[in-house]
């Protein structure tokens, strides 16, 4: 029976201390990603960072602009996915929301795919209150859009004021009220 005093004993204090080890190696409660070691964590960090900086202050309504980021490492290819939460600003019409919202998405596209990183592709999910069928919906995602390197390749960042990111971006969430409002209004096509 003696022999088992050895393992009870790695078991009951080495084990819990290599565990809170791990913990206090990953995220530290600020963003959802963690610290890796090495040029890797580097990477996620100054990716982790851009975004940050890019979305400071507040929308007009006076909601911080800034509400997520997420750099995860592609598991498909080679490079890094980034993942954006933002708040948009109020106006008066959808149609000014989503362009104003176009041009956020734009310039933070610009950033990464600028950065000298390894992207291999942007998420940017704009959050705004919405109004529909059921009544009001506080800080939802209105508009998420998708960039892979690939498409990010040919862009002209320099002269991005002049490119239809609509054409080049994959459309993942629209919000359908938005939708409805923004083909009416010829922002969009029927086939959107």
């Not at 202050?57 to 490492?73: A, C, K, L, M, S």
């Not at 933002?86 to 919202?101: A, C, M, P, S």
């Amino acid at each position: 029976m003696s022999y088992l005093r050895p393992t009870l004993l790695i078991t009951i204090i080495v084990f819990p201390l290599l565990v809170l080890n791990l913990a206090a190696c990953g995220s530290d409660g600020d963003d959802a990603i963690g610290t890796p070691v090495g040029p890797s964590g580097q990477a996620n960090e100054v990716l982790a960072e851009l975004m940050r900086t890019r979305f400071t202050g507040e929308t007009n309504d006076g909601e911080p602009r800034y509400i997520n980021v997420q750099v995860r490492e592609n598991r498909q290819t080679t490079g890094f996915n980034v993942l954006v939460e933002f708040n948009g600003d109020e106006y008066e019409t959808i149609v000014e929301e989503f362009r104003t919202i176009n041009v956020w998405m734009a310039d933070a596209y610009a950033d990464l795919f600028t950065s000298g990183r390894d992207v291999a592709e942007g998420h940017m999910s704009a959050r705004m209150q919405v109004i529909g069928r059921q009544g009001t919906s506080p800080n939802s995602i209105v508009y998420k859009t998708r960039l892979k390197r690939e498409d990010a390749e040919g862009i002209d960042w320099a002269n991005r004021a002049s490119v239809d990111f609509r054409e080049i971006w994959d459309v993942l969430i629209l919000n359908p009220t938005w939708r409805q409002a923004l083909t009416e209004a010829g922002e969009l096509s029927t086939e959107s």
